[in-house]
């Protein structure tokens, strides 16, 4: 269809060289391609062209590639991938505005499925882990909820904004395959949780799951995590803010024992 | 049936999340499959809100009117019981959400916002910024992964559904799936299973749909002998924007908050928007609807500015594209409502729209039709009755759908933040149906022979062996690309039988070509090619079902445009002013006034019509000018 952001194709042509492992056990090494050059291109609409001609340039066929991508509009949080060696959206990520050849290589903080997808299960269990959810009563109809002023909603409603792309937890230099540490995002959303009218009453819990082994103290306030947000969530106040109430209540629990708490609503 | 009975749900956007929450909550075990981690479900795409009567802004709106809305929104396509209950339901649904967390937009009091959307003359839309069903999509997926932390859901992320177990009677009694990362393929019994698998966006290859929405559960319960209703009725969104791999959505509620749409006065105007002056802007949809403006239904709306580009030629610098104009509006303003779209075209195009108007193109967005699911409706409040196991079921036993993925809420065109609502709703009820359902059953499904079980998964072993060994000449990701080309150029805004008729054709050659596929890749971990050429054949099947029933259907209504079949412009202003036109008016409506339901045979869907039960609303002409 001729439009008025037309999409003219030209002789050009765009390089890629990508990643491939067919398997986490496997070695891994980079196939090259070349993708015809239309404007208005991202990422993600190579890597589609690829599918539909997977040739390598020295006119090797080859399986097409292993990505993951769904919104392609960066809501869904799928195609987070390093992209010329940062971490990024791919389908946001506009070739005209890529140095070439562009370089395609999966997150590392993650364990590989095949090609450039990886498992981020460890950022959905670190949502388990703060118990990020407002415990309602049930699903009946209980009327509205408490009422909100609009500066909460505001900055509730960027905290909300997360993806769960791991482009935080990719560029922390604390994170690594083999640690526990549960990253930006989750603290973020402890702190989104314990904001929210009603999940305050269980704002202590969530204190207290970003204690001990891989908990907050393991952040090295790098800061890379705020830097990379597609969604430019304040991750490192997020942190500080969780950092305050989990001293708040580890001197609390100091001074007074467990039965003289009862009766406090947490951290105040 | 035992106490607490294995349920499962295909799908983890909204519709399939609040179903599995319903089951969760009555004490059920509930398997989830999804192609995708739940909370990437397409769901997060939705921008603008979500609609319900609240009530707050002194407009003396109520959820009859909101009703009278809908149904007249869709031209009277729409299944009444349920428009009805989901209406009626939706100020609570929005509490809930909002009990839940989602972080809606507030008053200076404290209150729930509401905005102006389409088709309607009220206030009736919640919302969250312009991402509003991200925020609901996690709100839900938060309660889910509290009942999966307590044991009670359990989710298989990255499993695509293949198909029914039946037992001898044609009863489900669970499904087979296939793991998308080892390729095993295995089993789930259940004691009913819910279809909650989106719409089938790309078989129109580029539409604002995510890159998940390939309709193939849909497609592949079609070909199991689910009815596949209405699905002619296909929604092109009026505003998106075009790109080499989707159509972005500029949401509805872009106009909602006083967007305007607008081209040259002069054809083929070179100034750039900027420099030309407000008596040189032709607002065409502003001057055609006074009452309405920019919030015409969608399909009106999009009809609109196709026939200004089309038509008359009058699109900018000639071509495929008119400007959706906020520029007048204070950047503050937009970024405290609508940021997340503002943000999109910004990254997406390049320019921002807060200073540069916006340019834009109707894109293939939604489908009112679906899978067919009845309701057993109360006779006195004329709503579904609660708890009926009859709601949301397919005409299989034991299947139901939800969401997007059913026929039942919209009819001929979809008003601006009804599916948010019709996903919640239709989960809210379904979950319920499908307890019920299984406590009506004398055997349960665990206790079914194995023999069962054992024959579902071998038919899908040997077909995923046998595609796995093909290595034709065709590929198959251009295979659906020729089928998305032919569907958006002969079966979105404009249609005509001699261009349906060679769609049709044009897909039965697609499905020749099918068999010469190449599969392209034989590795065992993560094989793509290999499910997505499986998917393909359902696209292809479900591809046929909307082009032959939008063949077969001559008549315009909602959605469906067929200039060849049109009625003429009544002579008055208010149509029911002209006697002559109101009697063309009542013999179309007695003919085509049917649900439109596809079976599946062999040699091409079987198309037949249903008539439609109206007590909740009259039909009257549909008019907005």
């Given at each position: 269809m001729d439009t008025a952001q037309a999409s003219a194709v030209s002789n050009q042509s765009i390089t890629f060289r990508i990643w491939r492992q067919d398997d986490p056990a496997k070695p891994g090494h980079f196939d090259e391609f070349k993708v015809p050059y239309r404007k208005g291109a991202n990422v993600i609409s190579c890597l589609m062209e690829i599918q539909r001609n997977p040739v390598t340039s020295d006119g090797k066929k080859v399986a097409p590639v292993v990505w993951d991508a769904a919104c392609l509009e960066e809501v869904c949080g799928s195609c987070a991938m390093n992209i010329n060696g940062r971490v990024r959206m791919a389908c946001s990520a506009l070739i005209d505005k890529l140095e070439q050849p562009i370089t395609l290589t999966p997150m590392t903080k993650f364990p590989v499925v095949r090609d450039l997808a990886v498992d981020r299960d460890r950022m959905f269990e670190a949502l388990k882990r703060v118990k990020g959810w407002v415990p309602v009563d049930g699903t009946y109809n209980l009327g509205p909820g408490p009422r909100q002023s609009q500066k909460d909603q505001s900055v509730m409603y960027v905290l909300s904004t997360?993806?769960?792309?791991g482009s935080c937890l990719e560029a922390c230099p604390q994170v690594s395959q083999d640690n526990e540490f549960i990253g930006a995002a989750a603290i973020s959303q402890a702190r989104l949780f314990n904001m929210n009218p009603t999940g305050k009453l269980n704002s202590e819990e969530r204190v207290r799951a970003l204690m001990g082994p891989g908990g907050i103290q393991d952040c090295g306030k790098a800061q890379n995590c705020v830097k990379v947000c597609p969604k430019e969530i304040p991750l490192t106040t997020s942190i500080a803010v969780m950092n305050r109430e989990v001293t708040k209540l580890a001197i609390k629990d100091i001074f007074f024992k467990e039965d003289e708490q009862k009766g406090s609503s947490g951290p105040a | 049936m035992a106490a607490a009975a294995r349920f499962t749900v295909v799908g983890g956007g909204l519709a399939g999340l609040m179903t599995t929450i319903k089951l969760a909550e009555a004490g059920h075990q509930v398997d989830v499959l999804s192609l995708v981690p739940v909370k990437r479900s397409h769901s997060v795409c939705a921008q603008g809100g979500i609609n319900g009567a609240v009530n707050t802004k002194g407009e003396g709106d109520h959820p009859d009117i909101h009703v009278k809305d809908t149904l007249r929104g869709g031209d009277f396509l729409a299944e009444q019981t349920s428009v009805k209950g989901m209406c009626y339901a939706a100020p609570g649904i929005i509490y809930l959400l909002d009990r839940m967390g989602v972080t809606f937009n507030r008053t200076p009091e404290g209150l729930l916002d509401f905005r102006r959307f389409g088709g309607t003359l009220h206030n009736r839309t919640a919302f969250a910024g312009a991402t509003t069903g991200q925020q609901l999509l996690y709100a839900l997926d938060e309660q889910v992964r509290r009942y999966e932390a307590e044991g009670k859901v359990t989710k298989y992320e990255y499993w695509e559904w293949l198909g029914t177990v039946k037992d001898d009677a044609g009863r489900v009694i669970g499904s087979v799936a296939m793991d998308l990362r080892t390729m095993e393929i295995r089993t789930f019994p259940a004691e009913a299973v819910c279809l909650a698998t989106g719409g089938p966006g790309i078989v129109f290859g580029r539409?604002?749909?995510?890159?998940?929405?390939?309709g193939t559960a849909a497609g592949r319960a079609f070909m199991e002998g689910a009815i596949y209703a209405n699905g002619e009725f296909i929604q092109v969104h009026p505003t998106s924007i075009p790109g080499e791999d989707k159509l972005r959505l500029m949401s509805e509620s872009v106009r909602g908050e006083g967007g305007r749409v607008w081209v040259p006065r002069k054809k083929g105007d070179v100034r750039s928007p900027r420099d030309i002056p407000e008596s040189e802007r032709w607002y065409f949809l502003e001057e055609k609807y006074p009452k309405y403006k920019n919030l015409v239904p969608r399909d009106v709306a999009t009809r609109e500015i196709f026939m200004v580009c089309r038509d008359l030629g009058m699109g900018i610098g000639g071509r495929d594209g008119v400007y959706l104009d906020v520029t007048h509006i204070p950047a503050k303003t937009l970024d405290a409502k609508i940021k997340g779209v503002m943000e999109i075209y910004e990254k997406f195009v390049g320019d921002d729209p807060r200073h540069t108007p916006m340019v834009i193109f109707p894109g293939m967005h939604y489908s009112m039709g679906g899978l067919y699911v009845t309701f057993e409706s109360d006779a006195k409040t004329n709503m579904p009755v609660d708890g009926s196991p009859k709601n949301q079921s397919t005409n299989i036993p034991g299947l139901y759908a939800a969401g997007e993925a059913d026929y039942a809420f919209h009819g001929g065109n979809r008003l601006g933040a009804n599916s948010l609502l019709s996903c919640i709703y239709s989960g809210m009820i379904g979950g319920p149906a499908m307890a019920n359902f299984a406590k009506s059953q004398s055997t349960s499904a665990a206790a079914m022979p194995e023999k069962f079980f054992q024959s579902a998964k071998a038919y899908w072993a040997d077909r995923f062996a046998t595609i796995k060994k093909m290595a034709g000449p065709e590929n198959p990701y251009q295979l659906a690309r020729e089928l998305g080309d032919v569907m958006t150029e002969n079966c979105t805004v404009v249609r005509y039988n001699d261009r349906l008729k060679k769609t049709v054709e044009k897909i039965r050659e697609l499905k020749d070509r099918w068999n010469r596929v190449n599969v392209l890749d034989t590795g065992e971990v993560a094989n793509r090619a290999l499910s997505y050429t499986n998917q393909v054949w359902n696209m292809l099947e479900l591809g046929e079902v909307i082009a032959t029933s939008a063949l077969l259907r001559d008549e315009s209504r909602g959605a469906h445009y067929k200039p060849e079949f049109s009625l003429p412009e009544p002579k008055s202003k208010d149509p029911t002013q002209d006697p002559e036109w109101m009697a063309l008016w009542r013999k179309r409506h007695e003919k085509w006034a049917k649900t439109t339901m596809a079976r599946y045979a062999s040699e091409g869907p079987q198309i037949s019509y249903e008539p439609i039960a109206t007590p909740v609303l009259d039909p009257e002409p549909r008019w907005y000018a």
């Open positions: 997360c993806i769960t792309c | 539409s604002t749909n995510s890159i998940i929405n390939t």
